[in-house]
């Protein structure tokens, strides 16, 4: 039982470039969740979907695209990558109540 | 969304029982009240939650007040590996919105 996977888990981008996270969960869960943590601080919600083919912004979604396609992936974009968006990134999934699962992050730097 | 107010820190021994308080006034009859943890350089794990009642799993025990403006979450015997920060969530399932507050860093002393 793999639960949420997370590709990839290390990735140096340029400022400019463009690049896609996938999130990947094998629980049949309707949610899904990204969230950004930066040094010392807590997790902030950038987007979540309640379903497949559907999103919502969270705390954070300035910069940032996602799409729901299928109900195991959920994936999120940066068009245009900048300094600003160096963080641990993180995607979970759940049921809607009860335990969220937890990818082991991916993290992202921008030079 | 509803908030919830943590302290920033606190600090236990070894082997001692831990009660990590969380405030949360403006609850809403709909919202569960969670419990998740984030070890250093790991992604947050579950640890409990509940909605009126309290509860008890193998990790935690969750206590809620009666009029649910608070909530306890109890480590009965902390062990070095419980050093983490902690994270009280009210979430309310239709709203799919899970947001992380600050939490409370627990450090454990042997």
């Known amino acids: 039982n793999a639960g949420v996977t997370q590709t990839p888990k290390f990735r140096v981008l340029k400022t400019g470039q463009s690049m896609t996270l996938l999130c990947a969960q094998d629980?049949?869960?309707?949610?899904m969740y990204w969230y950004r943590q930066d040094p010392g601080m807590g997790l902030r919600l950038i987007h979540y979907?309640?379903?497949?083919?559907?999103?919502a912004k969270g705390e954070v979604p300035d910069g940032y695209n996602v799409s729901r396609l299928k109900k195991q992936n959920f994936l999120l974009g940066l068009e245009s990558a900048a300094p600003s968006q160096t963080s641990v990134y993180f995607c979970?999934?759940?049921?809607?109540?009860?335990?969220?699962?937890f990818g082991q992050g991916t993290r992202l730097t921008v030079v | 969304d509803a908030k919830t107010t943590q302290p920033n820190s606190m600090e236990s021994n070894e082997e001692e029982p831990v009660h990590l308080p969380c405030n949360h006034s403006?609850?809403?009859?709909?919202?569960?009240i969670h419990w998740y943890r984030q070890l250093p350089s790991q992604g947050p794990e579950y640890v409990i939650h509940?909605?009126?009642s309290n509860v008890n799993n193998r990790m935690a025990s969750l206590a809620i007040a009666e009029d649910r403006k608070s909530s306890t979450l109890i480590l009965h015997r902390a062990t070095l590996r419980d050093a983490a920060v902690y994270y009280c969530?009210?979430?309310?399932?239709?709203?799919?919105?899970?947001?992380f507050g600050k939490g409370t860093k627990l450090s454990v002393k042997p």
């Open positions: 403006t609850i809403s009859g709909t919202d569960y």
């Open positions: 979907s309640v379903g497949e083919g559907t999103t």
């Open positions: 509940g909605l009126t």
């Open positions: 629980m049949n869960h309707e949610y």
């Open positions: 969530i009210l979430h309310g399932g239709s709203q799919g919105n899970l947001i």
């Open positions: 979970a999934s759940n049921r809607g109540i009860g335990e969220a699962f």
